[in-house]
């Protein structure tokens, strides 16, 4: 079992689980706004789970990095796509604000 730390909330769940249901299931939206209606359901194709984490994942592949070499993201962003993400050991993962989660300023941490 590894831990995820996000939101205030410490979660455990299996290696290689994806980021995206393991956070949703726990009470935790990774969308801003209306995004959480209008996404692309984990396909990698919206962008808008969009999170900054530190820790042990699995590395990013195409549909990830062509979504994010795109507008409003960055290709130069340390931003990961939730849905795309397998969580290989212990991480923290930090929300930023926009539509997208393309912002510069913090929505919530790893610590709240």
Not at 29 to 54: K, M, P, Q, W
Request: aromatic residues 6%; positive net charge; hydrophobic residues 30%.
């Amino acid at each position: 079992m590894v831990k995820i730390q996000a939101q205030g909330k410490t979660i455990t769940c299996d290696r290689g689980a994806n980021l995206r249901q393991v956070l949703l299931k726990n009470g935790i939206d990774v969308y801003n706004g209306n995004a959480s209606i209008i996404n692309c359901r984990s396909i990698g194709t919206c962008g808008t789970c969009a999170v900054v984490i530190e820790g042990e994942v699995s590395p990013s592949q195409w549909r990830e990095k062509a979504r994010l070499s795109m507008p409003p993201h960055s290709p130069n962003s340390c931003k990961r796509l939730s849905c795309q993400v397998q969580v290989l050991g212990d991480i923290k993962v930090t929300k930023y604000n926009g539509f997208w989660g393309q912002g510069s300023e913090i929505v919530w941490t790893p610590e709240g």
